[in-house]
């Protein structure tokens, strides 16, 4: 056998194949497990009721007819939960200045947005919870609400909580370089205010939560549609006065999750206080309204932005002023500044200027909480800084791929770092955007471009370049003092018939944490796929680690998997060793058979290694002692993240007459390192782009002035349908971090990075001829027309 | 949500469900589909105290036709209009137009006659009804009725059934040889509610002597034939002649509203671009 080429280059390896994932026959099949579907013994159901105002004051609340209702098991105030749940506050030190103020399990006297729960009911059907919720007499005072995040800092505006002083959660500036100089002496200025509609992230399944305390063991079992089980063990323990060890957090199968389950709700701490209060299993699972009233939003966002540009297309300076309104509180415990925070770190990313300037400002406001979705701040940044660069062409009539070949970092420039100081360890723009050129035949698209013109066709190129927070370090959370771990750890052991078993402190969300940690480990060790099976999400039952979140499970999980399995793989071969008396570095196992290194030959199944650990132990020299159990952990340490980058293009035309916008292809190259299994990255990008398709064109979370939203239902928000997508191509480019010897980066969030981005400027492109330019997302008819009659009349 | 309780009964006959309708007074519904009812119940927006399921009723259901009409069950479901030889031959508009109801899932399940008494504004059959000229057989305590589809759709989910009765059948001229039918709609998404839709129906010749019907939905309260539009189309000298002054006579025949999609002269401009388009196609189909 020649040397191998790289750790990863193993006999039969499973890394870069695609292969069934091992849940996909029992999820198709219908026999998941999902939180919506449990029931336990003497489990009651919890409905709350909510504000029906965006900022109240509870004046009495009056439980008397509810508690008379047919089912029902206990009715219980906010002010009486409070006796079991304590507040919290969403801030973490390193981010500066950040406030909030305390929130509820329910609210006590005040109540901040439409939605927020008042009091609960529980009873031994949600029919007859619901039909009892009905009866809950709240008295509200209506208190004037603050809605528009524009006016939100100014003095008449009324404080949301008047302890913090003003309605600022968070600011921060940032000034790089030489900013006034590089205006001053630029050829062309371009600027433009970028308007993103809030919206949020649809999950399949709602939110869900089953919590059972029992007060014989004074345990709580806690089943929860959550991407981070062992966040939430603690964060139950310390709201609700309980060891952490008393806490048990299941995470079985989860319907979709995208960033939306990895935040404390506030009804979902109301349902574990509820299940302590009342010594039996609550649920709650969230209706659609519900959802859409609470779960978090996103991408509220208004961003001024300024490029600088040379005659010869070089961008000198991007500068930037942002604005975004979270709603009453920061959100709980990983904040609601991380998503401006993100904008400021992340615009101008792609390109070499060093003149930099930013601000970001983060306001309160009565309207639902914001906090972290899939791809959290980087379509806002993407869409800003592409945006931008598509002005600076257009003012200097240079073509968009052009400018960005100019000014995208140079492949070989690694390892650099960003203006706002963010660390690259190696990407690889030029090789994408070449990539994508010929992927997408931008020359022949131009050519079709022009001569459809002619025929009143108008049809639009976008290409929109990204890099993408990965496999985030202490860095992230850790740092700022929030209890949510970086790491990730993995058990890995051999079983009496040698089959094997994987424990793994990721989650899964249907994103495939349980097929690539199978791939993995298959891989290390040198087994079938079949004999691999994994166990996830269940804090008594897995290492302690951080989950699937921030595009960290490949990366972080993967690698802790890897060194397990490899680790395994020696120990299974010291007994092997040990039995054949050899070497065992001479070693290897290939398909689930001990062989020799050298020749491939065949020595010893590992049904036979696992028959003498396990039954005839006396065989083996007294000395030895076989350990087929191992446990390995991983976290990055060298960079605070991986940096992974892409570039996405966009092909559509526009209906200048009606404003409808018909999406024709979009194509999204993307670098994430070591692939794992070829064809979940590529649904992740491609799911990950029909997200970003949707804020594009259809995803807002539409509030009128007094703080209502006004289309919480289905047939009101417009989720991307499959009808209206267009065929998404995916390449690669593969640039593996040398961090880790998987080398594996996130792909989780590269599609939505950058999708709603490349969509708008070739809507702006299509529009060239009319002279016309929209930086609002979602493109509605409404907007397109509005800006096309604008210009007409 | 969940729905609040409710009684359920299959009615056996027609007659049975007409003598349970009225015994059920203000706390009766029919079903039939469901597809837009149970949405409604567990949204909790209506609370009846029996349902009466009528979706079984052989009376409700059959597709037919004689010398001067089509006959269509008030029970047939979408995806049989949509199948129907018969409805393809003589009907083409419906087919034309059922492709944009909703969903299969929802053609599958939907009745055409839960469709039309639900009378949604947004809908598309309604408007497809009153350009054809479709009659609406009403059965109540009182016996039988005729109401012509003009005069059917009252409003918002309002129509001119009253609360005791079946809508039973709906019988649809045939049209003369060489009509020309048109049907178009701008939806955000496939299968979604039409921001504004026109389903259109011309007899005669491009120039001369011609009867057009053109009727706009998702536009205002109610389906609405555009009669002023129409007449300029008819008296101009060619048809195309008669867009411009027609577009404009768009303003007397609608009153288009301001929703969560469009604001009222989005909604107008959108129906002068239909009306434009659909001529369009009209014409083609006539050089065809």
Redesign the interface.
């Known amino acids: 056998m020649t040397d191998p080429l790289s750790p990863l280059d193993r006999p039969n390896s499973y890394i870069g194949r695609t292969v069934p994932r091992p849940n996909l026959e029992r999820l198709v099949e219908g026999r998941g497990t999902y939180v919506s579907d449990m029931t336990l013994p003497r489990m009651g159901h919890v409905v709350f009721v909510r504000s029906p105002y965006a900022h109240a004051r509870i004046l009495d609340i009056d439980t008397t007819a509810a508690k008379q209702c047919a089912g029902v098991i206990a009715v219980v105030t906010g002010a009486e939960l409070a006796e079991q749940c304590s507040p919290w506050v969403g801030v973490l030190s390193h981010l500066k200045g950040l406030k909030s103020a305390p929130q509820h399990a329910m609210a006590i006297d005040r109540a901040c947005w439409q939605g927020e729960a008042v009091c609960a009911v529980v009873a031994a059907?949600?029919?007859q919870a619901?039909?009892a919720a009905e009866q809950v007499q709240v008295q509200y005072q209506e208190l004037e609400p603050v809605t528009d995040m524009r006016t939100a800092l100014e003095p008449h505006i009324p404080l949301i909580h008047p302890e913090l002083g003003d309605n600022l959660a968070f600011e921060r500036s940032l000034d790089a370089g030489e900013v006034d100089k590089a205006f001053a002496e630029a050829d062309a200025v371009a600027e433009a205010e970028f308007v993103f509609g809030r919206h949020t992230g649809v999950t399949l399944e709602a939110r869900a939560i089953l919590a059972d305390w029992n007060p014989g063991e004074r345990r709580l079992t806690v089943y929860q549609g959550t991407q981070a089980p062992h966040m939430m063990q603690n964060i139950f323990a310390k709201h609700l006065a309980l060891e952490e060890a008393q806490v048990r957090v299941v995470c079985k199968d989860v319907g979709g999750s995208f960033g939306i389950k990895v935040h404390v709700y506030a009804d979902e701490m109301a349902t574990a206080a509820l299940s302590k209060r009342l010594k039996r299993p609550v649920k709650f699972v969230a209706?659609r309204?519900e959802s859409f009233v609470t779960d978090i939003h996103a991408r509220d966002h208004v961003c001024k932005g300024r490029i600088a540009v040379k005659q010869d297309g070089t961008i000198t300076a991007f500068a930037i002023d942002d604005l975004t309104g979270i709603g009453p509180y920061s959100m709980y415990p990983r904040t609601s500044a991380i998503e401006a925070n993100q904008v400021v770190n992340l615009v101008g990313g792609p390109y070499q200027t060093r003149n930099y300037r930013a601000r970001t400002r983060v306001v309160f406001q009565n309207k639902n909480v914001m906090c972290q979705y899939r791809a959290v701040g980087h379509p806002i940044a993407c869409s800003v800084t592409e945006g931008l660069v598509d002005l600076a062409a257009r003012a200097i009539g240079m073509d968009p791929l052009a400018i960005r070949t100019k000014n995208l970092i140079l492949d070989d420039a690694y390892p650099t770092d960003s203006p706002s100081g963010l660390k690259f360890e190696a990407l690889s723009h030029h090789a994408s955007l070449a990539k994508l050129k010929q992927m997408m035949d931008y020359d022949g698209l131009r050519a079709e471009q022009k001569r459809l013109r002619q025929q009143g066709i108008y049809r639009g190129i976008g290409i929109a370049s990204f890099i993408e927070v990965t496999n985030p370090s202490a860095a992230f959370y850790g740092v700022g003092g929030a209890r949510i771990s970086s790491q990730d750890g993995v058990s890995v052991r051999m079983d009496a018939t040698g089959a094997i078993i994987v424990q793994t402190s990721l989650t899964e969300q249907g994103q495939g944490s349980e097929a690539l940690t199978a791939q993995v480990v298959a891989s290390a060790l040198g087994v079938a796929l079949d004999k691999v099976r994994v166990i996830l999400g269940d804090t008594d039952n897995t290492p302690y680690g951080g989950g699937t979140w921030a595009s960290r499970g490949a990366g972080i999980g993967g690698e802790a998997a890897w060194q397990a399995g490899k680790a395994l793989r020696m120990n299974i071969l010291k007994v092997a060793g040990t039995i054949l008396q050899t070497v065992p570095e001479t070693l290897d196992i290939d398909q689930g058979v001990v062989i020799d290194k050298e020749t491939g030959r065949e020595r010893i199944g590992l049904d036979e290694v696992a028959r003498i650990t396990y039954f005839r132990p006396d065989t083996l020299p007294a000395d030895f002692q076989a350990e087929l159990l191992v446990t390995r952990h991983y976290v990055p340490r060298q960079y605070p993240f991986a940096f992974t980058n892409g570039i996405q293009g966009s092909w559509l035309e526009v209906d200048t007459?009606?404003?409808?916008i018909t999406l024709l292809n979009h194509w999204c190259v993307e670098d994430c390192g070591t692939i794992i299994n070829p064809q979940l990255v590529d649904e992740q990008i491609r799911g990950g782009v029909v997200q970003g398709l949707g804020a594009a064109l259809?995803e807002h979370c539409?509030y009128d002035e007094s703080g209502q939203l006004?289309?919480g239902?289905m047939?009101?928000y417009?989720v991307?349908?499959a009808?209206?997508m267009p065929d998404i191509e995916v390449g690669h480019v593969v640039s593996p971090t040398l961090e880790s010897e998987l080398g594996a980066k996130g792909a989780g969030e590269a599609g939505t990075a950058g999708a709603a981005a490349a969509v708008a400027n070739a809507v702006n492109d299509a529009l060239d001829p009319f002279d016309v330019t929209i930086t609002e997302i979602p493109l509605?008819?409404?907007v397109v027309?509005?800006a096309l009659?604008q210009r007409r009349s | 949500m969940k729905a609040y309780a409710f009684d359920y009964v299959r009615a056996t006959t027609l007659e049975d469900a007409l003598a349970l309708l009225e015994r059920a007074g203000d706390g009766g519904k029919l079903i039939a589909g469901g597809q837009s009812l149970v949405p409604a119940l567990n949204l909790r927006l209506l609370a009846p105290q029996l349902l009466i399921d009528i979706a079984h009723l052989a009376e409700l259901r059959g597709i037919s036709s004689d010398d001067t009409h089509i006959h269509l069950g008030a029970g047939t479901r979408h995806v049989e209009l949509a199948t129907s030889p018969l409805v393809g031959q003589t009907l083409p508009l419906l087919q034309m137009a059922i492709r944009h109801v909703a969903h299969a899932a929802i053609r599958n399940r939907g009745t055409l006659g839960g469709n039309l008494a639900h009378a949604d504004p947004a809908s598309e059959l309604p408007a497809c009804m009153i350009a054809l000229e479709a009659v609406m057989l009403v059965l109540g305590p009182k016996g039988e009725r005729q109401v012509p589809a003009g005069e059917f759709f009252k409003g918002l989910y309002e129509t001119a059934l009253e609360a005791d009765e079946i809508l039973v059948r709906i019988s649809i001229p045939r049209s003369p040889a060489g009509t020309r039918c048109h049907f178009n709609e701008l939806a955000r998404r496939a299968g979604d509610y039409a921001m504004a839709g026109l389903a259109m129906v011309m007899q005669g010749q491009d120039s001369g002597d011609v009867q057009i019907r053109p009727v706009f939905f998702g536009i205002g309260d109610r389906p609405v034939l555009a009669r002023h539009a129409a007449l300029c189309l008819q008296q101009a000298e060619n048809l195309i002649d008669g867009l411009e002054a027609a577009q404009q006579a768009l303003a007397l025949d609608l009153q288009p509203q301001d929703d969560l999609q469009a604001d009222s002269d989005t909604r107008m401009q959108l129906a002068k671009v239909l009306l434009k388009r659909g001529l369009a196609d009209l014409l083609a189909q006539g050089r065809g």
């Open positions: 059907t949600r029919a619901e039909d209706d309204i007459e009606t404003g409808f259809f539409r006004t289309n239902t047939a009101d417009l991307p349908m009808s209206e509605t008819p409404s027309l509005k009659n």
